[in-house]
């Protein structure tokens, strides 16, 4: 079985499951549709829910390929690069293209801009933060469903290294709403009357990061 969404196919890979009472629909990473569901639903059954709910495939379909694409693509601090290897001996960022060493890993170099400028960052927020909170250490790794996490008895902020792919207006806001976790470690209306307090706009971005 199969679905075409602007002139892509994608693939309908059914599961079916005996004490499966739900059924689930869900683009993955390789652009094809799954559907899990129980042993009793027949594929014509399958097929017609697929087409009752092509709205929301749709939307999960370009939401997974956006994700691919910037997977496939180099991007720093929110803009896209062409990669260019050269002989040269040190990093130079072009409007449209990144010039590197021939022998140098890019994802290393990567880090240690991520190190340098989060820091730089973090230190400009917590200078400005409206509430009086422990300084803390920073740590930064990949993560595969936050942007960062606030540790209040080890008084430590841990981002997502991915975020120097990102405009530096989503890293600040992360690094804000972090901070603001220090006062409260829930999601409450206060919580977000300290974020806001210290980053104004924080909504826009949060509808930005959305799509990520």
């Given at each position: 079985?199969?679905?075409?969404?602007?002139?892509?196919?994608?693939d309908?890979?059914v599961?079916?499951?005996?004490?499966?009472?739900?059924?689930?629909?869900?683009?993955?990473?390789?652009?094809n549709l799954?559907?899990?569901?129980?042993?009793?639903?027949?594929?014509?059954a399958?097929l017609r829910?697929v087409?009752?709910n092509?709205?929301?495939?749709?939307?999960?379909?370009?939401?997974?390929?956006?994700?691919?694409?910037?997977?496939?693509?180099?991007?720093?601090l929110?803009?896209?690069?062409?990669v260019?290897?050269?002989?040269s001996?040190e990093?130079?960022?072009?409007?449209?293209k990144?010039?590197?060493?021939?022998?140098?890993?890019?994802?290393?170099?990567?880090?240690k801009e991520?190190?340098?400028?989060f820091?730089?960052?973090?230190?400009?927020?917590?200078?400005?933060f409206?509430?009086?909170?422990?300084?803390?250490?920073?740590?930064?790794?990949?993560m595969?469903?936050?942007?960062?996490?606030?540790?209040?008895k080890?008084?430590?902020?841990t981002?997502?290294?991915?975020l120097i792919?990102?405009?530096?207006?989503?890293?600040?806001y992360?690094?804000?709403?972090e901070?603001?976790?220090?006062?409260?470690m829930?999601?409450s209306?206060?919580?977000w009357?300290?974020?806001g307090?210290?980053?104004?706009?924080?909504?826009?971005?949060?509808?930005?990061?959305k799509?990520?």
């Open positions: 079985m199969e679905i075409f969404i602007d002139d892509n196919k994608l309908i890979i599961t079916k499951k005996l004490k499966q009472k739900n059924t689930y629909l869900r683009v993955k990473d390789d652009l799954y559907v899990t569901t129980s042993s009793f639903m027949s594929d014509r399958v829910l087409k009752d092509m709205d929301s495939i749709i939307k999960m379909y370009n939401k997974a390929k956006y994700k691919s694409d910037l997977k496939k693509d180099f991007y720093y929110g803009t896209k690069y062409d260019v290897k050269t002989n001996k990093v130079i960022i072009g409007d449209d990144i010039f590197i060493p021939s022998n140098l890993d890019i994802n290393k170099w990567l880090k991520a190190e340098k400028l820091k730089e960052r973090l230190d400009y927020w917590y200078n400005l409206t509430y009086e909170i422990p300084y803390p250490s920073l740590t930064i790794r990949k595969t469903t936050r942007w960062g996490v606030c540790n209040s080890l008084v430590r902020v981002l997502n290294l991915e792919k990102k405009d530096i207006d989503c890293l600040d992360v690094i804000v709403h901070l603001s976790h220090f006062i409260e829930n999601h209306r206060k919580f009357r300290v974020v307090e210290n980053y104004p706009n924080y909504k826009e971005i949060r509808r930005i990061m799509n990520y």
